[in-house]
Nanobody, 130 residues
């Protein structure tokens, strides 16, 4: 079992920044990707950013490329999402997720943002005002 706890959400004005954190605990040996998803009421949850925890490959949704940065601190078992140049369109509940992605040895790892996570955190709200 894997437990995920997010923090760092809040309210900010457009153009501002926030940094989300996700602390991981539990048995994570089968998890090779950590990711952030977000959801607005009435819409499907969408993948925002993901990182392969071993090699550190990162993936981003087109809507956040150049503004968001995902990173990890393996010693602290923590994944971060630095969000800059925020806009009201970024308002959502943000969820940390643990993903297991299989791909052939030696091949380019696929984007994990369409994968179905195995574990979810409870979420942290991000609200951006204009």
């Amino acid at each position: 079992q894997v437990q995920l706890v997010e923090s760092g959400g809040g309210s900010v004005q457009a153009g501002g920044s926030l940094r989300l954190s996700c602390v991981t605990s539990g048995y994570t040996v089968n998890i090779n990707v950590m990711a952030w998803f977000r959801q607005v009421p009435g819409k499907e949850r969408e993948g925002v950013a993901g990182i392969y925890t071993g090699p550190g490959f990162t993936f981003y949704a087109d809507s956040v490329k150049g503004r968001f940065t995902i990173s990890q601190d393996n010693a602290k078992r923590t994944v971060y999402l630095q969000m800059d140049s925020l806009s009201p369109d970024d308002t959502a509940m943000y969820y940390c997720a643990a993903v297991s992605v299989r791909y052939p040895w030696g091949s380019t790892p696929p984007s994990p943002l369409l994968a179905k996570p195995k574990y979810w955190g409870p979420g942290t709200q991000v609200t951006v005002s204009s």
